[in-house]
């Protein structure tokens, strides 16, 4: 199940607009142990805590909400991991059509994406 919410995700991005913006740069790791956070995808963003824009470029990060998956773990500004159970993750997250759609939804989870510019 997770395997295939990744594949529709990246697979829905080459529907998206590449775009100069840049963006929070994260790493999908193995295990929940080595996650910086949990996260749930859902399709509808009025259920998400974060609306989510992947980006393709990470020179700095304009705004949360700004992501782009990265090869390593260490050029990743967060870990994260896709969780199968709405219960088991620390957020939530949509993805959206445009850069500025992208951002929280939803108050109380910031702290898990401390926002920091490249």
Do not use: C
Not at 12 to 35: H, K, M, P, S
Not at 51 to 73: C, I
Not at 82 to 103: L, R, T
């Amino acid at each position: 199940m997770k395997k295939s919410i990744l594949v529709v995700i990246f697979g829905l991005l080459g529907l998206f607009q590449i775009t100069d913006t840049y963006g929070q740069r994260f790493f999908e790791t193995e295990t929940v142990e080595e996650a910086d956070f949990t996260v749930f995808f859902v399709f509808e963003a009025s259920q998400s805590d974060l609306k989510v824009f992947f980006v393709y470029t990470a020179e700095e990060a304009v705004k949360p909400g700004l992501w782009m998956e990265v090869p390593t773990v260490d050029e990743a500004d967060i870990k994260i991991i896709f969780v199968d159970d709405e219960s088991q993750a620390d957020i939530k997250i949509s993805m959206v059509e445009a850069v500025e759609d992208a951002g929280w939804n939803t108050e109380g989870h910031e702290a898990l994406l401390k926002f920091k510019a490249q």
